[in-house]
């Protein structure tokens, strides 16, 4: 996440952000100097007003985080949703910060990624990590994907931010990625 924001924004640039919100994503605005502009999402269904939304986009916006499914509330993005904040991505020019870390813990219906809508692949920023779904949250271990003229910049400040992950544990994870579907039906089974 820090990486991505901070190889993507500029200082003064603002970073729209869905509160409540996991920990990191205030910090990681603040720390890449942009402005975080906070729009509410509001018990019972933790749905946004997409006025609200509308209005928290300008012409100094540069990002938004999308969390799906949401820390701290539980709450999976809808397509509807996602199709509007593409919209407003498209017609701002905005990079897509998504954290999917809880991917593989939808209960109704499939997960959607907000790179999968037409012309978000180009300006979207997916991430993930292997913490949930492998339950393995003490080994830091994550990965985004996104394209070419992004990675470019999140390379570079990943290098100098971390150098890396614990090489072990990348090997570790990696032989994770390959386990069968069965693994991921057993995971949410568990979890139900
Ligand atoms: C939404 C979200 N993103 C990221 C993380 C942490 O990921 P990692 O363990 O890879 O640091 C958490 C853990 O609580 C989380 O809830």
């Known amino acids: 996440m820090m990486a ?13 952000v869905f509160e409540p919100f996991y920990e990191n994503y205030g910090p990681d605005c603040i720390l890449s100097g942009a402005v975080p502009r906070y729009v509410a999402l509001r018990p019972p269904d933790w749905r946004f007003d997409p006025d609200e939304l509308r209005a928290a986009f300008n012409a100094r916006t540069r990002a938004i985080v999308i969390n799906t499914p949401h820390n701290p509330t539980g709450k999976v993005y809808t397509p509807e949703e996602l199709q509007l904040i593409a919209r407003l991505c498209q017609e701002w020019d905005v990079v897509a910060i998504t954290d999917e870390i809880y991917e593989h813990l939808v209960y109704d219906g499939e997960h959607l990624s907000v790179a999968a809508l037409p012309g978000m692949a180009e300006r979207t920023i997916t991430i993930s990590g292997a913490s949930k779904t492998y339950s393995v949250t003490g080994w830091r271990v994550g990965w985004l994907v996104a394209p070419p003229v992004l990675t470019g910049g999140i390379r570079k400040v990943h290098d100098f931010l971390t150098v890396g992950a614990a090489h072990p ?13 069965s693994f991921y039906d057993a995971l949410l089974e568990e979890y139900r």
Do not use: K, N
């Open 4 to 16: 991505a924001m901070l190889s993507t924004v500029d200082p003064g640039d603002e970073v729209v």
């Open 169 to 181: 544990l990348q090997i570790a994870v990696a032989a994770a990625l390959r386990f069968p579907a």
